[in-house]
């Protein structure tokens, strides 16, 4: 569109001859001075509309480039792949392990273990918790598959290296079909009450030990309650009544696994019922004495 002509005169009244006939002779007044009809007249000015649009629309490209890096590079890209993928692949799980057969007769006082799940060892500990003293805690370093199974020599001169589960032969004690590690130590043979720990202390299985008859310690029937409460061990109450005089109605034999009768090449064993490993344990998973195997499962 074009607005309405503004009409330059140069002098008041009508011009004799005509101040031009071409754009030309207009030219020196200024660049926008015009000839029509046969008079210098400045141009036309232009709607702004089309040229402010144009300006506009240069803002408009500017947001979109922008609006591009921030989906592409910023949410796409770091989102998953790097942290998601590359983190969560390395992570070796912990074992969970079972304690499967013990004799406290024997020249090296020794204990079986068996994982039900592979995984790291690395601060696992088994701690009895009567009067032994008796603490081990699995070093860094060792990762075992499911169904591996560990022999604790207390007294034993001989730990495999990590990697390599026959490095201490088979010259028994050790075995090279399972995992040898020692520790200084021994065990009596009265009762003895064995829970197994996480890493993170958590309680993963355990069992009482009783004989027959004999000296029990004192810190048996707590003991028992510990697995019970910790849900590692059976339920039923334990009877403890020194006032019937026999020693069955005592240290909660009712509940707990007999090894009375042991010998230097027997053992009592996890591996009665159609769920041996199952937690929490029972004596009926138990073994009355049998020959030894160990390292075998």
């Given at each position: 569109m074009f607005a309405a002509l503004v009409l330059l005169p140069l002098l008041a009244g009508c011009p004799a001859d005509p101040e031009c006939t071409d754009d030309r002779d207009c030219a020196t007044r200024g660049p926008d001075i015009v000839c029509v009809d046969e008079l210098c007249v400045q141009t036309p000015v232009q709607d702004a509309g089309p040229?402010?649009?144009?300006?506009?629309?240069?803002?408009?490209?500017?947001?979109?480039?922008?609006?591009?890096?921030?989906?592409?590079?910023?949410?796409?890209?770091?989102?998953?792949?790097?942290?998601?993928?590359?983190?969560?692949?390395?992570?070796?799980?912990?074992?969970?392990?079972?304690?499967?057969?013990?004799?406290?007769?024997?020249?090296?006082?020794?204990?079986?273990?068996?994982?039900?799940?592979?995984?790291?060892?690395?601060?696992?500990?088994?701690?009895?918790?009567?009067?032994?003293?008796?603490?081990?805690?699995f070093p860094q370093g060792y990762t075992v598959a499911a169904g591996a199974v560990l022999v604790l020599h207390l007294g034993g001169d001989c730990t495999d290296a990590p990697g390599a589960p026959a490095s201490c032969g088979q010259t028994a004690p050790f075995t090279a079909t399972a995992w040898d590690f020692s520790l200084p130590g021994s065990l009596s043979y009265s009762g003895k009450v064995f829970e197994l720990l996480a890493a993170d202390g958590s309680p993963v299985d355990g069992v009482p030990f009783v004989r027959d008859s004999g000296v029990m310690p004192d810190e048996t029937v707590a003991a028992v309650q510990r697995l019970q409460a910790d849900r590692v061990w059976d339920a039923t109450p334990c009877i403890h009544n020194m006032d019937t005089g026999l020693a069955k109605d005592r240290y909660c034999r009712n509940i707990a696994v007999n090894w009375s009768d042991l010998g230097t090449d027997s053992s009592v064993m996890r591996i009665v019922g159609t769920t041996p490993l199952a937690t929490p344990g029972s004596a009926t998973q138990w073994s009355a004495p049998l020959p030894s195997r160990w390292g075998t499962y």
């Open positions: 040229t402010d649009a144009g300006t506009d629309g240069d803002a408009g490209s500017d947001a979109g480039p922008g609006a591009a890096d921030a989906g592409h590079t910023d949410a796409g890209t770091d989102a998953g792949q790097i942290d998601a993928g590359t983190d969560g692949g390395t992570t070796v799980p912990e074992a969970s392990l079972r304690i499967t057969e013990i004799n406290p007769t024997h020249p090296q006082d020794l204990i079986e273990l068996v994982a039900v799940t592979g995984g790291t060892l690395g601060g696992i500990s088994l701690v009895e918790l009567t009067n032994a003293g008796f603490r081990f805690t």
